[in-house]
């Protein structure tokens, strides 16, 4: 009995306490700069990641970014169709998504973006939406993995997989998959197509247990939140690694935005809730401040080729827990999500 319930508060404790370690370092380390336009950048067709860091306009390329309906995928789309973009919200909420295109459109006249139907919980609902986005022949040069889930009560997506796994790995994995060739047929010398997973600090708590994925054994929504940022990075790492023995123009890396005051948090416990939206208010980062960071993963010419993959924080790439680089585990990962979605 002791035992069981250690084990439900052990993963509580261990991220309260890490996400402290990530708010003090927050509070010490100053956030990258948002892409704006100086006079300078304006005559030269370039944006300014303050403080030093160029980004160039993006016109004629493609971008995806899941849950770009608001938080920081809604910072990501407003930025990339600023820059030229040409932008796609993969979202499940229609109405929140619609709204999100009309309020950039508002703010930037000349803006291209648009909402498509995604549900990550559905397998089917990802098939549909890559096949609607294939119809139209378009090229994809930026895949941006947003959208998640945390703290969820125990529950199971439409296909049975519980939901941090399913939603913020699972679904992902097979966008990413099916969007692959797209992705690589719009790579280039000079310009690799990008793949940028927003991860989590959570990751360094996360455990893989390749005959649990569902965390079906004394479920915890803390646990089952570390696992599948732990599972989406062992992905993107071993997805880059493969695309660079491939030789293919495309990259893939993983990016924390930090602790950032975004809905994410809803589904904490109440007292604790409360206290969270007082903080947050006070500590956090802004949603675009949180969105600094993955733009400067899927725009700065400075990881271009073989200078992109790794784990981005703070506008640098940063060393994580051992298990991210253990090979064998993932690539038994990797296969096994292949075996569990049907795909060869």
């Given amino acids: 009995m002791l035992s069981a319930i250690w084990s439900h508060l052990l993963p509580i404790v261990k991220l309260y306490l890490l996400g402290l370690k990530v708010l003090l370092v927050q509070l ?27 980004m160039p306009r993006q016109d004629g390329k493609v971008a995806i970014v899941t849950g770009g309906g608001r938080g920081i995928g809604y910072e990501v789309v407003r930025h990339m169709a600023r820059l030229g973009a040409h932008v796609i919200i993969g979202g499940r909420d229609e109405q929140e998504g619609l709204a999100a295109v009309r309020r950039i459109c508002e703010e930037y006249k000349e803006a291209k973006v648009e909402f498509m139907k995604l549900d990550l919980a559905s397998l089917q609902s990802v098939r549909q939406f890559v096949r609607s986005f294939k119809e139209r022949d378009l090229p994809l040069n930026i895949l941006v993995n947003n959208a998640g889930v945390m703290l969820v009560p125990d529950g199971r997506t439409e296909d049975g997989f519980e939901q941090h796994f399913g939603v913020n790995y699972l679904g992902h994995f097979l966008l ?34 390749l005959n649990d994925l569902n965390s079906s054994q004394c479920y915890s929504a803390h646990a089952a939140y570390c696992h599948s940022k732990l599972a989406q990075l062992l992905f993107s790492s071993h997805l880059h690694q493969e695309l660079q023995r491939g030789g293919f123009p495309l990259s893939s890396c993983a990016v924390d935005p930090g602790m950032v005051d975004t809905a994410l948090y809803r589904h904490l416990w109440t007292p604790l809730c409360l206290a969270q939206s007082a903080i947050a208010r006070l500590l956090f980062r802004t949603p675009a401040e ?19 993959g790794g784990y981005w924080a703070n506008g640098r790439r940063e060393m994580t827990t051992p298990p991210t680089f253990e090979p064998q585990l993932q690539l038994s990962l990797w296969e096994t999500s292949l075996e569990l979605l049907g795909l060869h």
């Fill in 28 to 54: 010490f380390s100053r956030p990258l700069g948002l892409p704006v336009w100086t006079g300078a950048a304006r005559e030269q067709n370039v944006s300014l990641l303050q403080p030093t860091i160029m």
């Fill in 290 to 308: 949180g969105a600094a960071t993955v733009l400067y993963a899927a725009l700065s010419p400075a990881l271009e080729g073989e200078c992109g």
């Fill in 176 to 209: 990413t998959w099916l969007l692959l060739d797209t992705l690589k047929d719009s790579g280039k010398c000079g310009y690799f197509s990008r793949v940028v997973n927003v991860s989590s600090s959570a990751h360094r708590m996360g455990e893989i247990r």
